[in-house]
């Protein structure tokens, strides 16, 4: 390291205003490191001595105290009266040597002690070693020459953030201060519009929108402007900004074209998307998002052998499995369920479920899952869930809390579904046999069954299995009778389907009292919407072969005369007049 001699006379070297370089130290205050050397770097042969200061301060902060000594000390060969890079030599021996580095700093000040740059470069020295009463020190020194300086204020609001990361409120008031002293100063905007990308994002907006007011020159506030706009799903707004700042300049990182092409992607633009994916692969081949979105890409265009490999590449990035969300797995998931593998696709809900179990609509779409498989009593299981899940929200914040009439239908429906449809589904019913959960369950509801015969039969598992379900889905409907207004036949029209499903022999009329209530209900309606006609319809088919098979007269022709009422071309209820009107 360059010795510094602390009884040298320094001098302070006046730097001329170059665009690249002073753009580039801007950068680096804003924390924008890579954009800051690039424009640090195009300025090396314009600027040597303030170009090789900044790009010491990025090294510093980036650890390499290595290439932080070098850059200081080109900056000095440039000139060998420069104080801010004898300051970065300072800052420095602060590390190895604490007692000559302060006597460093001490005597450049002392030099210097109405310079208000000097100062504050002191005091900035001390705070990037993390000396916080030493540049609380140096912010005094600062004020006692000139309070109403932009650059003491923001470096104000610099120590108050480093102190305390999470003292917003504090920092941006000194950040405000800053602008009022210096209303054309850019970095106090962006500095402000630091704090509020945190706290009020449309706040942050306004001040880089003023930001590039000021400071055209300076594209970062596009990027800025795309990277928060795209946070807060303004994608239209982030697409623009980041065209303006794509066309702009040829400075920009992998996750400027991660977060361009989220801004794409979720706008439905998924060509646009996949081209800004795949120049963001090129540079970084294993960057985990933009191999996310192309998977999700691929999903959404039905593009089902690349979606598989891509699946393979994107998963295997992490085998610890960190960083992976719901939406990972639902998105494979989706690919699988097109490809007809349903219990694949199911497992990846599960995982899904498992790794976030508060997102409710999880459980709606595995159930949807479910359905498309013909597994309804596997649906009913998630809707059981999803009730549960919701009732253990609802109830943290409202004791009188109800479940959701939809979902209470949703599980006696498909509990229903399950118990009506196993028969004609005997591939589900030979997977079901072997899970082990569902024969046990059938067996503790009904200790009369027969254990072998479950295990070995088809039929009896299936007549066991339906019955099973039906019974479920009873219970629940009884429920949702009585949630349900008294002028709402949906759930009659359930118990009676259920009713007849459980005993099918329709001159018992199981359903026969649940359908006289849906025509209770449906007739006294003033405007029967045609929904519910169809459902009418239903109601007397069963009415009217009821009273049929048990020889009601009066009642065979009431039913049959109101089922050609609503279909006047039935030929059933024909037939059934002309027979029973000649009797």
């Not at 192309?294 to 979606?307: C, P, R, V, W």
């Amino acid at each position: 390291m360059r010795k510094i001699v602390v009884s040298f006379l320094f001098t302070i070297t006046v730097i001329g205003v170059y665009g690249q370089v002073d753009m580039g130290a801007d950068y680096y205050y804003i924390g924008e490191y890579t954009f800051a050397k690039k424009y640090l770097e195009e300025g090396l042969t314009k600027n040597p001595t303030k170009a090789n200061f900044f790009l010491g301060e990025i090294a510093f902060k980036e650890g390499d105290m290595e290439k932080a000594e070098s850059y200081y000390n080109k900056g000095l060969a440039a000139d060998p009266n420069s104080l801010i890079n004898q300051i970065g030599l300072a800052k420095l021996m602060l590390k190895k040597d604490t007692k000559n580095g302060d006597l460093a700093l001490f005597d450049i000040q002392r030099k210097n002690s109405k310079n208000i740059d000097v100062v504050i470069a002191v005091g900035r020295a001390y705070l990037d070693n993390g000396m916080f009463e030493k540049a609380e020190s140096k912010l005094r020194d600062a004020k006692a020459i000139n309070n109403k300086n932009a650059k003491v204020n923001l470096f104000d609001g610099d120590i108050i953030i480093a102190k305390n990361a999470k003292d917003l409120g504090n920092a941006a008031g000194k950040y405000e201060q800053a602008i009022y002293f210096d209303p054309n100063n850019c970095l106090s905007y962006f500095k402000l519009a630091e704090i509020y990308e945190k706290i009020d994002w449309s706040s942050s907006i306004e001040n880089l929108k003023t930001a590039k007011g000021i400071c055209p020159e300076y594209m970062i506030a596009y990027r800025l402007l795309g990277r928060i706009y795209t946070q807060n799903g303004r994608y239209p707004q982030a697409i623009d900004a980041y065209k303006t700042y794509f066309s702009s300049t040829d400075h920009y990182t992998v996750d400027d074209f991660e977060k361009y092409a989220r801004a794409y992607f979720f706008s439905d633009s998924l060509e646009a998307a996949k081209a800004l994916v795949e120049r963001g692969l090129k540079i970084d081949p294993n960057h985990f998002v933009l191999n996310r979105y192309l998977m999700y890409i691929y999903a959404k265009t039905d593009n089902f052998e690349s979606g598989l490999e891509q699946e393979k590449k994107f998963f295997a990035l992490r085998p610890d499995a960190s960083g992976y969300i719901s939406m990972d797995y639902t998105m494979y998931a989706s690919i699988l369920k097109k490809m007809g593998r349903y219990n694949e696709a199911i497992e990846q809900y599960n995982t899904a479920i498992q790794l976030d179990p508060g997102k409710t609509e999880l459980y709606d779409e595995a159930a949807d899952m479910a359905k498309a498989k013909k597994d309804y009593g596997l649906a009913a299981a998630y809707y059981k869930a999803l009730i549960a899940k919701k009732a253990e929200r609802g109830k943290e914040t409202n004791p009188e809390y109800t479940d959701n009439l939809m979902d209470i239908y949703s599980l006696s429906y498909n509990y229903y579904s399950a118990g009506a449809t196993i028969a004609k589904n005997p591939q589900l019913a030979e997977e079901l046999m072997k899970n082990n959960t569902i024969m046990n369950n059938i067996i503790a509801e009904n200790t009369g069954v027969n254990t072998d015969s479950l295990k070995t039969n088809i039929s009896y598992f299936s007549r066991q299995y339906a019955l099973y379900n039906l019974y479920k889905a009873d219970s629940v409907v009884d429920i949702l009778i009585k949630q349900t207004p008294s002028d709402i036949y949906t759930g009659y029209r359930l118990k009676a389907l259920i009713k007849h499903a459980i005993n099918p022999a329709v001159e018992m009329g199981a359903a026969k009292p649940y359908y006289e209530k849906v025509v209770e209900i449906i007739t006294a309606q003033q405007d029967i919407k045609p929904s519910a006609k169809v459902v009418l319809l239903e109601a007397y088919n069963y009415l009217g072969y009821y009273y049929y098979l048990i020889g009601d007269k009066p009642n065979i022709i009431l039913y049959w005369n109101k089922v050609l009422e609503i279909k006047p071309e039935d030929e059933n209820a024909k037939k059934v007049l002309d027979e029973w009107n000649k009797k």
